[in-house]
């Protein structure tokens, strides 16, 4: 009925059909809302292929996948456990590959005996109960002046023009950019985190509403969740 399924990975094809039985029974378990359908327009384009007798592995510094061959990877982290599958995605001009392991080793965190709250804050990222801050990541600041620049630039284009779709590009780089070094930043700071206490204390805020509240004041008071960030 479909001749353009059979251009497809057979174990995408069940691993997709896995996925609509499974948003169906949540929508009848009313778990969640009626399923939504990924449009071929959506930027973001994804597959997810099944690990069969070894069908998906690393060599050097090629990642083999079903269907595709082997392909060059970036990336210096050493995968652990056995991998379950791969879903790849096409995102800003980019390929990415993201893999599901199961039997991954936990090694637990050595103690330390030390404890701590923090404070979201709007002026400051992070304010711990020690009255140790952590600023916002100052390198953003040159990038969010070229996406307000780009912004402003794209306003006064047309939609079918070719040059508004350069500017398209261009932001969508930047924005992907801007994701990559929060992503590394948080992860950083979650790490030292976790590695510097056994419990953590966090406030149960959403940012997002904060920024909306005009009339927030900058001392306010809210209950703490506290965390056990080790591992017996």
């Known amino acids: 009925m479909f001749s353009f399924l059979r251009d497809g990975e057979s174990t995408s094809l069940q691993s997709t059909c896995d996925i609509y ?35 998906i592995r690393f060599e050097g ?22 991998i379950l599958s791969a879903t790849v995605k096409f995102e800003n001009g980019r390929w990415y590959a ?11 965190l050595p103690r330390t005996g030390h404890s701590v709250g923090i404070d979201l804050g709007l ?28 912004n402003k630039s794209l306003s006064r284009k047309e939609k079918t023009s070719e040059n508004f779709k350069k500017n398209v590009k261009k932001l969508n780089k930047l924005y992907a950019r801007v994701v990559d070094i929060r992503n590394d930043e948080y992860q950083k700071l979650s790490t030292e985190i976790v590695e510097r206490f056994d419990f953590i204390g966090m406030e149960k805020l959403q940012p997002k509403n904060m920024i ?11 209950n703490f969740m506290v965390k056990n960030c080790r591992h017996d």
Not at 37 to 52: A, D, E, T, W, Y
Not at 212 to 222: A, E, T
């Open 98 to 108: 993201v893999l599901n392991c199961k039997n991954v080793p936990i090694i637990p």
């Open 21 to 55: 039985n499974n948003s169906f029974k949540r929508f009848f378990s009313k778990q969640n809302g009626y399923i939504k359908f990924k449009s071929r327009k959506n930027p973001v384009q994804s597959i997810r292929l099944k690990n069969n007798n070894n069908s």
């Open 123 to 150: 002026s400051s990222l992070m304010v711990f109960s020690d009255g140790e801050k952590r600023e916002p990541i100052s390198r953003l600041t040159k990038i969010e002046k070229r996406i307000a620049r780009l």
């Open 61 to 82: 510094n090629k990642l083999r996948l079903n269907k595709f061959g082997f392909v060059k990877y970036r990336d210096k982290r050493i995968i652990k456990g056995n």
């Open 212 to 222: 909306k509240n005009k009339r927030l004041k900058p001392q306010h008071q809210s």
